[in-house]
């Protein structure tokens, strides 16, 4: 089978996959037909996915997979919000980009209890399943075995014939009959592992599975809306970047909201751990620990008994059960999985397309669209997006100047090293939040874009602002490449102040003016050296650009340094203030700095920059 590699752009074998501890499946897509089935084919171009913690291709054993368990929660939201931009993409509205955090009605559902949740809670305050617990029910069983005669109580039916042919149980014979010394007896036992018992053991492991499921899934909200009502009062936000998640909140949810929703959720946290604590201790005596661990897994399917149906307590099981499983929906056939996997990949993409888009918005720009592509602009700045349907990635294009396009990956996954260090300077959108946190250059790419992070659009904000300014900074570092000029361009060239000359190397240091502008074309044009033209305006614009504050875009006090081809720059805005500079090292290494605090220990968002100037 023939996959592509999403984060290498390189075409493999599935073969290969066979020495990994464990793939990532999103991180192919099919470069073939995959026959998924004896009668189901999956067609090339869609990205890979598993049903659990392996997957296997026709011709290869089965390959390991990294597996995620998704929350209701972070599902349903992706859902939510990827159908409100699909309907503003068809609008194009962009003034009205949905809010990428978890919706509102998604806390209003998640915050009640469910109907299962009523009905254990009522079940248990009535007492059926600790009476199961205490006093299930049992059947009779009978056994026959080869005993003593002395041990022997009842008769097993063929003892007769069994003492006949087995004369060593014989003690002596007679003329009168034969002595026994053993025979086979029937012996009664109770049996408690009846169908009924089992279904009771194997529902107390689905509860708590899915009590503690919906714990983790309730903590989870009420842990971020905590840390939410929390930021008014951060004092280790930078405070601009604190108003800015605030107001991102606000638009979600206010105040109230939030408070209303906090008490409701605390009140089903409370009610789940209860619930939670009572199927445990019910799996701690009794009937669950008398029955053995290998009858404790049933089919899901039950078989309704005459006990399970009209016994006053085991009718209860049955209740819990078909309620368990018409919430989870467990039999789904294969066009519904197979529609499920790439339907959410498509949902989380239209999500990962919302991040990007308010990142752009975050640094002023604006934002048209034309055949399938995002049109990006600010003064004279123009980007391209688009998602590449030939590798499924998101591609921003520098339509100001020839660089590699930055990719954008999206994995509906936890992720793992191998990954990692094949990332290059492909950024990943993942549900994986174990790289939230920007602690080290290895893993800043990794964006965690989900509901619950509303911190994600600053990430990529940060990210965007690195990959737009290193082009325009390395540009500025470098010399120009005039090739051969002729004497009368080389005399224009001496007459601009801005332009520093050292032998035959040109810098151009700040912008030129319009007088000097014209009289470069017309010597240019004169001597037929357009090119020179070309080289020096095009540097002219990254200046104008570079003069422009990266944050608000307003006008800045530039002030170039001749000696290493460096600058120090500070933002004319009374509102913003920021100040940024392109500075180098002994070794020539050049490092590009923008902070409007120096206290390290804040956390600044897009209001601290620090990185340095790429090969």
Known sequence: MKLLDRITQQMINSEELLHLDAIIPQRYVLAEDWKYTASYIIPKGTILFAEGSSIRFET?????????????????????????????????DFSQLPNPLIPSQVFDSTAQLTELESMLDTILEAGHLHQIAHRPRMDMRYDEELVDISRAKKIANNAHRHLAIHSETWQQRTLVGIHPKKILARLSEDEI???????????????????ASRLNELLQQQDNLTEASDLDDAANIYYKFRNSLCELWVDNLTDEEIKSILKKLKNTIDKNKLLLENI????????????????????????????????????????????????????????????????????????????????????????????????????TSFFTLQFNHSIKVFEIINQNFPTIPLRIITITNLLNQSLISNLKKNIIFSLD??????????????????PFNFRSIEHFTVLLLEWIYQPLLKSYSNN????????????????????????????????????????????????????????????????????????????????????????????????CEIEYKLISNRQGDKTFLLDINKDYSIDAGRWRLNFQLSE
């Open 280 to 379: 445990k201790r019910l799996q701690s005596f009794g009937l669950y620990v008398q029955i053995p661990v290998n009858l404790k897994r049933i089919p899901d399917q039950l078989h309704k008994t005459n006990i399970l149906t009209h016994d006053q307590h085991y009718r209860h099981l049955s209740r819990l059960w078909s309620e368990l499983y018409s919430q989870q929906r467990r039999f789904p056939n294969i066009e519904e999985k197979l529609g499920r996997f790439i339907q959410f990949q498509n949902d989380y993409n239209q999500y990962s397309l919302l991040i990007i888009l308010r990142a752009f918005i975050n640094i002023d720009f604006s934002i048209l669209t034309k055949d399938d592509k995002f049109i990006l602009y600010k003064d």
């Open 480 to 575: 120009l490449n005039l090739g051969r000029i002729p004497q009368s361009v080389k005399t224009v060239l001496k007459q601009i102040s801005t332009l520093e000359t050292m032998k035959d190397n040109y810098n151009l240091l700040d912008a030129l003016s319009p007088d000097d502008l014209h009289q470069l074309k017309k010597a240019c044009d004169t001597a037929n050296t357009s090119h020179i033209y070309d080289v020096i305006l095009s540097q002219h614009t990254i200046l104008l650009l570079l003069k422009k504050c990266p944050i608000c875009g307003y006008d800045t006090d530039f002030e170039p340094r001749k000696t290493n081809q460096t600058f120090v720059s500070k933002c004319l805005s009374l509102q």
């Open 193 to 211: 592992a009846i169908y009924e018992n089992k279904v009771f053991v194997s529902l107390l492991d689905k509860l708590r599975y899915f009590l």
């Open 60 to 92: 290869t054993q089965n390959i390991p997979c990294v597996e995620i368990e998704l929350t209701e929660t972070v599902q349903h939201s992706i859902t939510l919000i990827a159908h409100q931009v699909r309907h503003i993409l068809e609008q194009q």
């Open 433 to 450: 939040k174990t790289f939230k946190e920007q602690k080290t250059n290895h893993n800043k790419n990794i964006v965690w874009a989900s």
